[in-house]
T-cell receptor, first 116, second 113 residues
Framework: DAGVIQSPRHEVTEMGQEVTLRCKPI?????LFWYRQTMMRGLELLIY????????DSGMPEDRFSAKMPNASFSTLKIQPSEPRDSAVYFC??????????????FGPGTRLTVL | DAKTTQPPSMDCAEGRAANLPCNHS???????VYWYRQIHSQGPQYIIH???NNETNEMASLIITEDRKSSTLILPHATLRDTAVYYC??????????????FGKGTHLIIQP
């Protein structure tokens, strides 16, 4: 089992540029979560999907952020245009309903985003 | 979700039991207690969860008080690799599937050699 895969691991971009973060969940998992971690705000839930459908996007900070899940094995988080305050580590996590442990989420290694 | 209160940091000697407390005085009857940890520069990792009974797995034990207002995570024989931030999370069990987790500031556990 390869675990949750995220790419890129590090991204450095300039303010105003579009940034796309990618996530491949664990095969067979039906829930996918995007979190953001900063020193100031800690770990925050941005959005999550069930069976590729967005369930709760109330954590998405503003319209510059968008997330998609075109199929069960791939999701993207896009920031357009990016701003320095978007600098953070972005984590993707997945889980499987029916294990009896509904909130056992498996996290990826994260993408460290720096916006200059 | 109910809020939790944890000490910001703790030290423990290697080989000893590490006991991490968590207060969740406003927990409701259908909310579970979850523990996750985050080792430096890695994603959080699930440790254990419970409702009202004590639980044990290969990583840790979870002791929940009878009134469910507090709990303790026990790492029975701490090693240097257990140095991490430990998060106590209370999460509603809807029965309909998973929910996003609300992380607090956690406890930074430092295992001393």
């Amino acid at each position: 089992d390869a675990g949750v895969i995220q790419s890129p691991r590090h991204e450095v971009t300039e303010m105003g540029q579009e940034v796309t973060l990618r996530c491949k969940p664990i095969s067979g998992h039906d829930y996918l979560f995007w979190y953001r971690q900063t020193m100031m705000r800690g770990l925050e839930l941005l959005i999550y999907f069930n069976n590729n459908v967005p369930i709760d996007d109330s954590g998405m900070p503003e319209d510059r952020f968008s997330a998609k899940m075109p199929n069960a094995s791939f999701s993207t988080l896009k920031i357009q245009p990016s701003e320095p305050r978007d600098s953070a580590v972005y984590f993707c996590a997945s889980s499987l309903k029916g294990r009896g442990i509904y909130n056992e989420q498996f996290f990826g290694p994260g993408t460290r985003l720096t916006v200059l | 979700d109910a809020k939790t209160t944890q000490p910001p940091s703790m030290d423990c000697a290697e080989g000893r039991a590490a006991n991490l407390p968590c207060n969740h005085s406003t927990i409701s009857g259908n909310e579970y207690v979850y523990w996750y940890r985050q080792i430096h520069s890695q994603g959080p990792q699930y440790i254990i969860h419970g409702l009202k009974n004590n639980e044990t797995n290969e990583m840790a034990s979870l002791i929940i008080t009878e009134d469910r207002k507090s709990s303790t995570l026990i790492l029975p024989h701490a090693t240097l690799r257990d140095t991490a931030v430990y998060y106590c999370i209370v999460s509603f069990y809807s029965g309909g599937g998973a929910d996003g987790l609300t992380f607090g500031k956690g406890t930074h556990l430092i295992i001393q050699p």
